[in-house]
């Protein structure tokens, strides 16, 4: 069973830069896909980034608009969301999330094991 904790969240201006990391335990973080979804206060959950086992593959979301780069090095079972940009409009908690497949998958819901979550607050 793999267990994640998200890290690298905190409070940037508009215009800044974060990279949040996601560190997996357990021996299987190979054969995971691994993606970042996000939800703010009073709104949906929604999918931001997902990256293949291989990280041959990866999807954004729209919003993105080539803001945000997702990475991992399964060496050190970790997976990294670096956001350049930040918008106020990013503000959310950022969960690090792992599918049981080598594909990654748009869709949140096809995630089986969720990080408890890192705050991402983009104001001025």
């Known amino acids: 069973q793999v267990q994640l904790v998200e890290s690298g969240g905190g409070l940037v201006q508009p215009g800044g830069s974060l990279r949040l990391s996601c560190v997996a335990s357990?021996?299987?973080?190979?054969?995971?896909?691994m993606g970042w979804i996000r939800q703010a206060p009073g709104k949906a959950r929604e999918f931001v980034s997902a990256i293949s086992w291989s990280g041959d593959s990866t999807y954004y979301a729209d919003f993105v608009e080539g803001r945000f780069t997702i990475s991992r090095v399964n060496g050190k079972k970790t997976v990294y969301l670096q956001m350049n940009r930040l918008r106020p409009e990013d503000t959310a908690v950022y969960y690090c999330a792992a599918r049981r497949d080598i594909n990654a998958s748009p869709y949140d819901y096809e995630y089986d094991i969720w990080g408890q979550g890192t705050q991402v607050t983009v104001s001025s």
């Open positions: 357990g021996r299987t973080f190979i054969n995971y896909a």
